[in-house]
């Protein structure tokens, strides 16, 4: 699905860096609601969701567990249960909210770490799937439940040493905190099975963001092998593979985008080589995809507040940090479009800050764009997954709203931007507290 006759044209947007909406439209939502804000297409979530059940569709059992805290907003967690996508849960208030999605039994996946045994009791009385990270967990998990075992327990595995998939190192395993050993693996499923529990699912998770299209297939391989092993050496019962998250998308414009559909068809040509000889052709793939699914799906939009000519040319804009840390914190490239100016060649080059006081808070530096002015609105391109989620309150700043653009263009507020009263509504001194309701009312605009 290389050529451009047959890719998506989601996939083709990706490719090209083009904003999902014009300048018109942006400027139009935001006279009713100020920058900075997230924003996300509904039809691009559809598209992708299509796109990725079409490339797992020769798998009856395939199921995406959407990993909920790359976009934890309950309108776009229901809208991937509309299209029959499950939860992945790392916490118990991520429970909560699939839950309050109307997200339920083994529609939910508990897959976290150094979990807390009261997790376990919640994602039990939901039904939920529980992912056990360590071997540790055996015994935790049924203390938690009163001596009880659910009927179907996942195991995590960590198979150590380093990750290759194309002949390309991109993890190394044996430096990661989660899973556990082969033979962890292996003992876990046999005590397990003799204390009652009747199916297993085996998970791992090798590698974050990782480009090309082999990751999935090279993790399949290693997943579908283990699970004839555990079949053949402990004889229960493995009905799923989770190949959890971690496949990339194309943050620079140079950077090819991940075929969804050689992904698929790569794991099925190792299911057929692996699993179909083994007698356990019936086995279900999972995913647990966050980023691949929602990162091209939504953006941050930001205004250009003030530009600044020192040693760098600084344009700052009304979001921060705060917003969206990947910057800051990794690094991490977030392509950026001057509305109005897409696709425009580049004639100066600018550092794009925020208003934290801390001079990691730049968006982009040594940045090519065409040249911006004051007023102008910034595309953030795909923030849509551990975007807002990250989010945070330092230098008392605010999370931004977050809009949701709909198929037939209109944009609705899918939750507003926090206020100063939420900032202090943890607050717990007395007469402080007293004071600061007072000072909250006295800054409230009139027209409030
Ligand atoms: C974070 C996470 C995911 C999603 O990762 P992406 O990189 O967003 O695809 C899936 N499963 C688990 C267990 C995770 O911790």
């Given at each position: 699905m290389e050529n451009g006759t047959t890719e998506a044209a989601g996939a083709r947007a990706e490719r090209a860096k083009?904003?999902?909406?014009s300048r018109e439209q942006l400027e139009k939502v935001a006279l009713r609601h100020p920058t900075p804000f997230y924003l996300y297409d509904e039809a691009l979530i559809r598209e992708r969701v299509r796109r990725l059940q079409e490339a797992f569709?020769?798998?009856?059992?395939f199921k995406e567990y959407f990993a909920v805290k790359a976009t934890p907003t309950p309108a776009i967690v229901a809208l991937l249960a509309e299209l029959g996508c499950g939860c992945d849960c790392a916490s118990a208030t991520e429970l909560l909210l699939a839950d309050a999605c109307g997200v339920i039994g083994r529609n939910v996946m508990l897959s976290s770490n150094d979990t807390p045994p009261a997790d376990f009791v919640h994602a039990d009385r939901m039904g939920a799937l529980i992912n056990l990270d360590s071997y540790d967990m055996v015994a935790c998990l049924a203390d938690a439940l009163g001596g009880r075992l659910p009927d179907v327990v996942c195991l995590r595995v960590n198979p150590g040493g380093t990750f290759a998939a194309a002949n390309q190192i991109i993890g190394a395993p044996e430096d990661s905190k989660f899973g556990m050993t082969v033979e962890q693996t292996l003992a876990a499923a046999k005590e397990l099975a003799a204390a009652g529990v009747r199916e297993f699912g085996l998970h791992a998770f090798?590698?974050?963001?990782?480009?090309?299209?082999?990751y999935y297939p090279a993790l399949a391989r290693i997943l579908f092998e283990l699970a004839v092993r555990v079949s053949r050496e402990t004889?229960?019962?493995?009905?799923f593979v989770d190949l959890s998250g971690?496949?990339?998308?194309?943050?620079?414009?140079?950077e090819r985008p991940v075929d969804i559909a050689a992904v698929g068809e790569g794991v099925r040509r190792a299911f057929e080589r692996v699993l179909v000889p083994a007698g356990m052709g019936d086995v279900a793939i999972f995913s647990e995809l966050g980023r691949w699914l929602l990162a091209p799906c939504g953006a941050l939009v930001t205004r250009v507040i003030h530009e600044k000519v020192t040693y760098r040319d600084y344009l700052g804009v009304d979001a921060c940090a705060a917003d969206l840390m990947r910057p800051a914190v990794y690094g991490a490239y977030h392509h950026i479009s001057v509305m109005g100016f897409e696709g425009a060649a580049p004639t100066r080059t600018y550092n794009v800050v925020g208003?934290?006081?801390?001079?990691?808070?730049?968006?982009?530096?040594d940045r090519p764009l065409p040249q911006v002015h004051i007023g102008d609105l910034l595309f953030v391109h795909d923030?849509?997954?551990h975007g807002r989620s990250m989010g945070y309150n330092y230098n008392g700043r605010l999370r931004s709203a977050e809009l949701l653009l709909h198929e037939d263009g209109h944009v609705e507020l899918v939750r507003r931007a926090e206020t100063p009263e939420d900032y202090f509504v943890?607050?717990?001194?007395?007469a402080l507290g007293e004071r600061v309701r007072r000072k909250l009312e006295e800054a409230r605009p009139p027209d409030a």
């Open positions: 083009r904003p999902f909406v569709a020769w798998n009856p059992g090798l590698a974050s963001n990782a480009q090309g299209d082999g004889g229960v019962d493995v009905t971690g496949v990339g998308v194309a943050y620079r414009p140079e208003g934290l006081c801390e001079n990691s808070d730049q968006f982009a530096r923030a849509g997954a943890t607050v717990e001194v007395g």
